[in-house]
């Protein structure tokens, strides 16, 4: 049975993060035991840090950057966890879904697990179009360059920590996610897509999707995530 470390980024998130430290499966699952829970406050100005201490998480501060929470989250998670889950702070992740993640890792069957909400039931207005049509342009591009097609960009995802660690991420934005997902394919690794639900997020507002600007600036970095990573393999 594996320990598994989730962490969780969160920039001004307290009227989600809270609710979403207590639905984790604090008593594991068939392959897990969960070890902690890391909040990662990525230089909130409202009570997110405290909520989410009270509700039992362990809080880390991170200096600004979506990438940078995740990779600060990575290097703080207990040293004893094979297994390390990444999910967003606003609640819309169903974290009860864990065992569909961790699982095959923990048999053996892969290292990097993708929850796709585009294979799941999607709550309607949980995702925008422009958010859809991005995870269908990166799939096309993933196969088109890299040989594998994704269906989703989803923050909610588990990889056994030695590969993370194999991969040497750079990336410290929005484009945290897409670089793992290539390099993963890149890699080698073995990786599965499952199916999850995905919910309207609980309160506040999305740092990526909130509007058309962030969503274009997401996109942008996409691209030069792309641009990246393929030019490093040359």
Not at 64 to 92: C, E, I, K, Q
Not at 144 to 168: K, P, S
């Amino acid at each position: 049975m594996v320990q598994v470390s989730v962490i969780v980024a969160a920039l001004n998130e307290a009227e989600c993060i809270g609710e979403v430290v207590r639905s984790m499966p604090w008593r594991g699952g068939a392959s897990f035991t969960l070890a902690e829970c890391l909040v990662v406050d990525n230089g909130s100005t409202d009570a997110t840090a405290a909520v989410a201490a009270a509700a039992g998480a362990r809080v880390v501060a991170s200096p600004r950057g979506y990438g940078m929470a995740m990779h600060t989250g990575a290097n703080a998670a207990l040293p004893a966890s094979d297994v390390l889950v990444f999910a967003d702070g606003d609640g819309a992740d169903d974290v009860s879904a864990m065992e569909r993640l961790v699982g095959p890792i923990a048999r053996g069957e892969a290292e990097f697990e993708l929850a796709s909400r585009m294979l799941g039931t999607r709550e309607p207005g949980s995702m925008l179009p422009s958010q859809v049509m991005a995870g269908h342009v990166v799939g096309w591009l993933a196969k088109l360059f890299y040989g594998f097609r994704y269906t989703d960009m989803c923050a909610f995802r588990a990889i056994r920590r030695d590969a993370l660690e194999a991969m040497q991420m750079s990336e410290m934005t929005y484009g945290w996610n897409l670089e793992m997902q290539l390099k993963a394919i890149t890699m080698g690794l073995r990786i599965l897509e499952v199916p999850v639900d995905y919910r309207c997020r609980a309160g506040g507002v999305s740092k990526v999707s909130g509007n058309w600007r962030a969503s274009w600036q997401t996109l942008m970095r996409i691209i030069e995530v792309f641009r990246r990573v393929r030019k490093s393999r040359k």
